[in-house]
């Protein structure tokens, strides 16, 4: 054992002479306090001091503590300083990997990591947003996109076109009103005067509020950066009335961008369709039909077969109402626009609606457009509008015991079904069921109009029923009672104020003054006279044949005429019944003249009167007809008219054939290829003595019209004034044949189909 440590004084001497030494302690020299070894050792002995002097537990417990406050400044600092982009490309790179992998939960932490690593970036709030609304968390998701939508600043124009967007979709995350759509495409534009999708909307919504100058411009800022809009753009202006010069500008670029375009893209239905489109709106028919038809020869798709039907049937439509002359003719033609598109609803109802008037439309043929209805029925039973269509093919092909029943589950919920299911009823001669529905209809609305005797829709209901029933002359005496009561009666003026249900019981029809209910009484009125007149006079058969009186008839007729929606019709009738021999054939002249004579006779009803005037060789009335219309032309181009007053001008007692050429070769500049034209080409040229070159005109006519009998006349003539007398005789064969198959036609009560050269088989812009 050692002494010095059993020594305590020697023990305590040595403390003493310690605390003398700390007692005698000096601070170092300046250079010591410089020197970075003397630091160390003096950081290092505090440190050592320190930690020695506490008690240990106590330090473990505070040691954590301790390290946050040495080490979150430096970190602090580290985070503030750090490179964002590098962590920001690489959490992009996580966010694509959670996409391709599914994981939503990853790919939303992901992208809630980037927003906060750039909050003040919009772009990753709104990727963010979008994420949320997509995933379920709407309200979440919808937040952060409308924080970026603010109303008083300008916010981030995709997050304003994304809430556009999403509510023109059928079910919407949140519903925008139309004045908060343009509202947000309007703040879109301010930053973005030229976004494309923007300007597009824009367009469409102004034209639907017809604001038409609007809409042109912001559709022609699209077509800058879009330039297939500009056929939308050339629609635009031709509904906005712009000049033709401008709408031909738009519409010739719109054709040089798609035939570039198609160009690219042989196959592409779409660009095929809008350069066909493009054509027929500059009235480049044929190039339209054609780009159509190259199209259907590399493959006859659908969409192709769709397009040249809804060309054809625009041509239709336009071949249609420009006289009932033309009906015949285009009835059989919209079949064939029903062979290409079986389900084309524009011309089923059209079809629908010639056959209403009278018209003797196809009954064959239906098969794939009953099959296709029938199909999409089946993928949409509760489809009314499908269900309607088939129902309106099937009565068109004759078959009205299905159509019956194809429409008979629809009456209970759509009780304004039930006149046109009287008229399938009355059509498939179910009488005892008919008969049920009609008095049913009767007593109601009946009751109606007693109950209320301005109650409109409920008198127009009635009359109609009485004329499916064949009871027009009923049908006519309920209408004059009806207009005597609305004139004898004239409506009170409302105590309620406008809108309230005492105003809108106290007048039930619409709001319409006495003034306008009366006009549509009386419009009614003269169509019902037009089918009793139908009744006693069937269409296409001779007036004279019939037993009704001569009074009788005119007055129907009186009354028909001044009915704008039957006028032509009437006008045609009476023309009819003017070169008959009937006993109303003159008053039936004194009524036609005098509406010549009126101011406000219009173009078309002088057209009928000239047609049956030439039929007739009455070629006085004829050409005073056509001169009328012709100074109604001013300037105008008209080729039927052209054509027609040809004719007369080379038969009339005082012939002019300079002028006829002049006008036939007017005609032909706008429609060279048309066989009527051909034929009064050829025809006034044989009137100024060039009988070779008429007859090769004539040959090319008959190839076209091989049944005119006219055509056939006029070679025939020519042959005789060759002394060819076989061909004459073989020409004379023919007129013989179409004139025994024309009174066999007759004898049927059927009408040719088609329109005779000299009428109104000839459209302008045809």
Not at 482 to 511: K, L, M, V, Y
Not at 567 to 582: E, N
Request: hydrophobic fraction near 40%; aromatic fraction near 6%.
């Amino acid at each position: 054992m050692s002494t010095s440590s059993n020594n305590p004084e020697a023990t305590e001497s040595r403390s003493r002479g310690s605390r003398g030494g700390l007692d005698r302690r000096e601070w170092p020299m300046r250079q010591n306090l410089v020197k970075p070894g003397n630091w160390f050792h003096w950081c290092m002995g505090l440190a050592e001091c320190w930690l020695f002097s506490r008690r240990r537990n106590l330090f473990l417990k505070g040691f954590p503590f301790l390290f946050v406050v040495v080490t979150f400044p430096p970190l602090v600092s580290w985070v503030r300083n750090a490179p964002v982009d590098e962590m920001v490309q690489k959490l992009e790179k996580a966010v694509n990997k959670a996409i391709r992998d599914g994981n939503t939960e990853r790919h939303e932490n992901y992208l809630t990591a980037i927003y906060s690593l750039r909050p003040g970036n919009p772009e990753y709030r709104f990727r963010l947003g979008q994420y949320l609304v997509q995933n379920g968390k709407v309200q979440q998701g919808l937040a952060h996109v409308r924080e970026l939508c603010p109303e008083d600043k300008e916010g981030y124009p995709p997050a304003r076109m994304w809430l556009v967007l999403q509510s023109m979709q059928p079910t919407p995350a949140v519903q925008l009103t139309r004045d908060e759509i343009l509202l947000q495409l309007t703040r879109v534009i301010r930053l973005q005067p030229d976004n494309l999708e923007a300007n597009r909307i824009l367009a469409i919504l102004y034209t639907e509020k017809q604001e038409y100058s609007l809409a042109e411009r912001h559709l022609a800022t699209a077509s800058r950066k879009d330039p297939t809009l500009l056929l939308e753009l050339a629609r635009l202006q031709r509904l906005r009335g712009r000049d033709e010069t401008d709408i031909q500008q738009t519409t010739a670029r719109a054709v040089d961008v798609l035939q570039e375009r198609l160009g690219q893209s042989r196959q592409s239905d779409e660009t095929r369709l809008a350069l066909a489109d493009a054509y027929a709106l500059s009235g480049r028919i044929d190039e339209a039909r054609e780009v159509l038809n190259s199209g259907r020869r590399l493959a006859d798709t659908p969409v192709l077969r769709r397009g040249l039907a809804r060309l054809n049937l625009g041509q239709l439509t336009t071949h249609i109402r420009a006289s009932f002359m033309n009906w015949e003719s285009g009835a059989q033609q919209l079949k064939e626009v029903l062979t290409l598109d079986p389900v084309n609803a524009e011309a089923v109802a059209l079809l629908a609606q010639l056959a209403e008037f009278g018209v003797s439309v196809p009954r064959t043929g239906y098969d794939e457009s009953i099959s296709a209805f029938r199909a999409a029925i089946e993928a949409d039973p509760d489809n009314v509008q499908k269900r309607l269509l088939l129902s309106t093919v099937l009565s068109l092909a004759g078959e009205f015991e299905q159509a019956i029943d194809v429409q008979k589950p629809l009456l209970e919920t759509n009780p304004n079904l039930r006149i046109g299911h009287l008229k399938l009823l009355t059509q498939a001669g179910k009488s005892t069921e008919a008969d049920q529905l009609a008095t049913e209809l009767l007593t109601e609305t009946q009751n109606l109009y007693t109950g209320n005797p301005r109650d409109l829709p409920a008198i127009l209901l009635h009359s109609e029923v009485l004329v499916v029933q064949k009871r027009a002359d009923e049908a006519m005496q309920f209408l004059r009672e009806r207009i005597t009561a609305f004139e004898s009666q004239p409506q009170q003026p409302a105590t309620d104020p406008p809108g309230t249900p005492e105003a809108a019981s106290a007048n039930p029809t619409n709001s319409l003054t006495d003034e306008q209910a009366i006009a549509g009484l009386q419009e009614l009125y003269g169509r019902t006279c037009l089918i009793q007149y139908e009744r006693l006079v069937p269409a296409g058969s001779d007036p004279s044949a019939s037993d009704a009186t001569a009074d009788e008839l005119i007055r129907l007729l009186e009354a028909a005429v001044q009915t704008r929606a039957v006028s032509t019709i009437a006008a045609d009738r009476l023309a009819s019944l003017r070169y008959s021999s009937h006993a109303a054939s003159e008053s039936a002249a004194g009524l036609l003249n005098t509406m010549i004579a009126s101011s406000r006779v219009s173009a078309d009803i002088l057209n009928i009167v000239a047609s049956r005037a030439l039929t007739a060789e009455d070629y006085k009335t004829a050409r005073a007809s056509l001169e009328q219309v012709y100074s109604y032309l001013r300037g105008r181009q008209n080729p039927m008219v052209y054509n027609n007053l040809a004719i007369v001008l080379v038969r009339d007692e005082n012939p002019d054939p300079e002028r006829a050429l002049e006008l036939v070769n007017a005609a032909l500049k706008i429609v060279p290829d048309n066989a009527d034209l051909i034929a009064t080409h050829g025809e006034v040229l044989l009137a100024l003595g060039k009988p070779d070159e008429a007859y090769g005109l004539l040959l090319q006519a008959k190839e076209r019209r091989p049944d005119n009998t006219e055509i056939l006349e006029l070679l025939k003539r020519i042959c005789t004034d060759k002394g060819d007398t076989g061909l004459a005789e073989e020409f004379e064969k023919q007129i013989q044949r179409i004139q025994s198959q024309d009174k066999e036609s007759t004898d049927t009560g059927a009408l040719r189909n088609g329109p005779d050269r000299a009428s109104l088989g000839i459209l302008a812009g045809r």
